[in-house]
């Protein structure tokens, strides 16, 4: 994410084979980072900028320590761990931090030497390398679902066998049918029971009744802000776009993220900045210091104002009936759904928000992205809304043709009416 990562990553690099000290040194500069970002944040940049930059560290950091830990996928139910006080980290997340200290190569080298396929998307090859290499702690459970990817339920189940922890998969349907829900419902009770047997305790529904009432205020709040984000927005990185959209999955229900929603709708309240041309990102952007990243930075006339996946999550959870609600928060999510449903939900967001065109960056090993470009790219024509598919990998910087995405980027931009 810049200079001063990579700098660490190359201190880490030697001793790449000395995982315990590695880990040490690790945590400390996790540590001194999460501290800097709470208690040192630039206050030139909106406080939801700073608080989401400093969670997504801090989940990291937890990770690390590795005291009633959770790996989990983006679209888990988090909500049921952190009831019982457990802190889910994103093993995605993870992935990115290997990527954003160039370290990544390692994890990906030790999965490849272990028979993981390198057709694989390399978050996931990542994460499997990381936690075949020890550089973490053993989590309590390690917990995902079927929605969005296809390789979750492999590639966790390797994370969990690795270390020989707990493991758990929630199969959703695809389809968003609400008779998918009693389905899905068992299946969170079923984990309700698993999470009872790991920490010798009756499963805290009041605790999560109120986690779901921060959530619904949460959801309020963000919904608040999507009509600011109409006429104003405010200047993030591309790499703020993933910890934004990381731990609005992974802490949904948490207090600190209903302080981050609150401080988004001030931000946006106060901006008196508005770029020349409004974009929206489609599914994820590289982690790593990339050429994008000086094209779309804060300070230019071009940004990114938002992610598809800021939104995808987003359902009135019911604190009164949580088991339900949060299974049909699964079974509902957007991504659940067909390519067309996609296409839909994306084209209304395109024009609430009012965006010059969306950039679609399809990730090398990730069939459902690749996949479905080349219908959302129909869509957006159909509806005269420029669209451009950038092709690449999130996390694997070795991988990246900078001067091309440079090239592609700027003929497009050129075409919205952007001069260099």
């Known amino acids: 994410m810049s200079k001063k990562s990579v700098v660490f990553g190359s201190i880490l690099r030697k001793f790449k084979d000395d995982p315990a000290r590695f880990r040490r040194i690790l945590k400390a500069g996790m540590g001194l980072e999460t501290l800097r970002r709470k208690k040192f944040s630039d206050k030139n940049r909106p406080a939801f900028i700073n608080t989401i930059n400093h969670l997504a560290v801090l989940e990291v950091f937890k990770a690390l320590k590795g005291n009633n830990v959770a790996w989990v996928n983006l679209l888990a139910p988090s909500e049921l761990l952190l009831a019982t006080g457990m802190s889910p980290v994103s093993a995605e997340g993870i992935s990115g931090t290997m990527s954003s200290m160039h370290l990544e190569d390692l994890p990906l080298s030790l999965a490849s030497s272990n028979g993981i396929s390198s057709s694989l998307c390399t978050f996931h090859r990542t994460s499997i390398g990381t936690a075949f290499w020890k550089v973490f702690p053993k989590p309590d459970i390690v917990v995902t679902t079927t929605i969005l990817c296809d390789g979750n339920a492999g590639s966790f189940y390797k994370i ?160 009164e009936d949580p088991i339900k609600s949060l299974a049909e928060k699964l079974v509902f999510n957007i991504e659940a759904g067909s390519v067309q449903e996609r296409g839909q939900f994306l084209i209304n967001l395109a024009r609430e928000l009012n965006v010059s065109g969306a950039i679609h960056f399809s990730h090398w090993g990730c069939r459902q992205s690749s996949g479905g470009a080349g219908y959302l790219k129909s869509v957006f024509s159909q509806e005269k809304i420029p669209f451009l598919e950038l092709t690449g990998d999130c996390v694997d910087h070795n991988s990246e043709s900078a001067g091309q995405l440079k090239t592609r980027v700027s003929a497009f931009l050129e075409i919205l009416g952007v001069k260099e």
């Open 160 to 319: 969990a066998k690795s270390y020989g922890a707990p493991f758990f998969l929630i199969d959703v349907p695809r389809g968003r049918k609400p008779e998918y829900v009693p389905y899905v419902e068992r299946q969170l009770y079923q984990l309700i029971e698993l999470i009872e047997e790991i920490t010798a305790r009756k499963f805290p529904f009041d605790k999560l009744a109120q986690h779901l009432e921060w959530e619904k205020q949460t959801v309020e709040n963000l919904y608040r802000a999507r009509k600011l984000l109409i006429s104003k927005s405010i200047p993030m990185h591309l790499y703020e776009q993933m910890n934004a959209l990381y731990v609005m999955h992974t802490l949904a229900g948490t207090k600190e993220l209903l302080t981050a929603s609150q401080e988004l709708i001030r931000d946006l309240e106060a901006s008196q900045t508005s770029p020349d041309i409004r974009l929206l990102w489609l599914h994820i952007p590289p982690y790593y210091d990339n050429a994008l990243f000086e094209t779309f930075s804060p300070t230019g006339k071009t940004w990114v104002v938002t992610d598809e996946l800021w939104w995808d999550w987003l359902y009135p959870v019911r604190p």
